[in-house]
């Protein structure tokens, strides 16, 4: 059997759907030595700047097209050779929202549909994309990949798609993220990015959705008792429509208390996760969370959001909050800064529950997927 795989965002400062393509990659590269694969940094109409850059798993049976081709001549073959190309794979995956019509063996991964249930966080392009990939995923793919219970409950409710089309194959944490970082790597990477412990951490791109600017006011509600020493550090990219963030800080003259760090290399996570007090993610709405289970793998306290995927990922292994709510968001921070037993506990409730995840299982699950796809159209 021959798999394409679309890791056209796999590049670059990597964001959920390039972190599942590249972690999934590696993942299938440790349990399959007998499919071919040929991975697409090139994908339909994706053309990423830095598509050169990517790197494939270097095993034998692994190869990343393009790799004999310059920066522009690649895209100009690709653009005259996509079809032809895609042709000579059995089972196509798409990560991206690309979905390619003319193709029977179309394998595609749907992250969540907040784009339809809050469009108001998203710009139009990005609305317009994401709603154009899904509907042709629906009538197009073969096989569709939930990475939650939730997001296959919102395809069969919203667009009417459900198993056997649907599978539901939760994400997991790497091993990386189990692994305890040393204190003196520790201290190497929080100097890197200019954090100092104490510190309350959250990741993700500054985007309406995370509810970062929530998060702000309710730190900002915190008693001086409770808040101390400990700042607040927001990782991720710019994400978009993030002015609330930033006037947030200023209005509640926060700039000493609140560290922006930008965007954070995937090998620094581990060591961020791993010196925060507490980790703190109040999303509105996730089709599963990832940072929240990496989180958990090194057990560190997570508080999320008691609505969409995150009570999945959550209940019973951390702090949930309404995400809607600053006071609630406030008074599950203030309980867990207070309760250094409380944070113990958390900790540990969710170490266990991040070892019930993994990309080795999300990559078997997969190749399943791929196999059932593969006899049905051969």
């Given at each position: 059997m021959r798999i394409g795989i679309d890791v056209s965002l796999?590049?670059?400062?990597?964001?959920?759907g390039g972190r599942y393509a590249a972690e999934l990659v590696e993942a299938l590269a440790k349990i399959d030595h007998d499919n071919e694969y040929l991975l697409f940094p090139l994908f339909l109409y994706i053309r990423h700047p830095e598509w050169k850059r990517y790197r494939g798993p270097g095993t034998r049976n692994f190869k990343v097209w393009g790799e004999d081709h310059g920066v522009e001549e690649g895209i100009r073959f690709w653009d005259t050779k996509t079809a032809e190309l895609l042709s000579?794979?059995?089972?196509?995956?798409?990560?991206?929202?690309?979905?390619?019509?003319?193709?029977?063996?179309?394998?595609?991964?749907?992250?969540?549909l907040s784009f339809l249930t809050l469009p108001e966080c998203h710009l139009e392009a990005n609305r317009t994309h994401c709603l154009q990939g899904t509907i042709d995923s629906v009538l197009a793919a073969r096989h569709i990949?939930?990475?939650?219970?939730?997001?296959?409950?919102?395809?069969?409710?919203?667009?009417?798609?459900?198993?056997?089309?649907?599978?539901?194959?939760?994400?997991g944490a790497h091993e990386r993220f189990f692994q305890r970082v040393s204190e003196s790597e520790k201290r190497r990477v929080l100097a890197?990015?200019?954090?100092?412990?104490?510190?309350?951490?959250?990741?993700?791109?500054?985007?309406?959705?995370?509810?970062?600017?929530?998060?702000?006011?309710?730190w900002a509600n915190l008693p001086n008792s409770v808040r101390g020493d400990y700042r607040l550090v927001v990782a991720g990219g710019k994400g978009w429509l993030n002015s609330a963030v930033y006037r947030r800080i200023s209005d509640l003259g926060l700039r000493d208390s609140v560290l922006l760090i930008g965007y954070v290399e995937e090998s620094d996570l581990p060591a961020l996760y791993q010196g925060?007090?507490?980790?703190?993610?109040?999303?509105?709405?996730?089709?599963?969370?990832?940072?929240?289970?990496?989180?958990?793998?090194?057990g560190v306290p997570v508080l999320t959001?008691?609505?969409?995927?995150?009570?999945?990922?959550?209940?019973?292994?951390?702090q949930l909050v309404d995400p809607s709510c600053i006071e609630s968001i406030g008074e599950g921070l203030e309980q867990l800064l207070s309760d250094a037993k409380e944070r113990a506990r958390i900790g540990e409730a969710g170490r266990l529950r991040a070892a019930?995840?993994?990309?080795?299982?999300v990559a078997r699950q997969t190749l399943e997927v791929y196999r059932t796809v593969y006899l049905r159209t051969s």
């Open positions: 796999a590049v670059g400062e990597i964001g959920g000579t794979c059995d089972v196509v995956h798409t990560t991206t929202f690309s979905v390619p019509k003319n193709h029977l063996g179309v394998v595609s991964t749907l992250y969540d990949i939930a990475i939650s219970r939730f997001t296959a409950s919102d395809l069969d409710r919203y667009l009417n798609a459900r198993a056997p089309q649907v599978a539901t194959i939760p994400l890197r990015h200019d954090v100092s412990p104490p510190y309350v951490l959250t990741v993700g791109s500054l985007e309406p959705r995370k509810n970062t600017a929530a998060l702000v006011e309710a925060a007090a507490v980790f703190a993610y109040p999303s509105l709405y996730e089709g599963f969370g990832l940072p929240v289970v990496e989180a958990m793998a090194g959001s008691n609505t969409t995927s995150l009570l999945e990922l959550g209940e019973s292994a951390c019930e995840m993994s990309w080795e299982k």
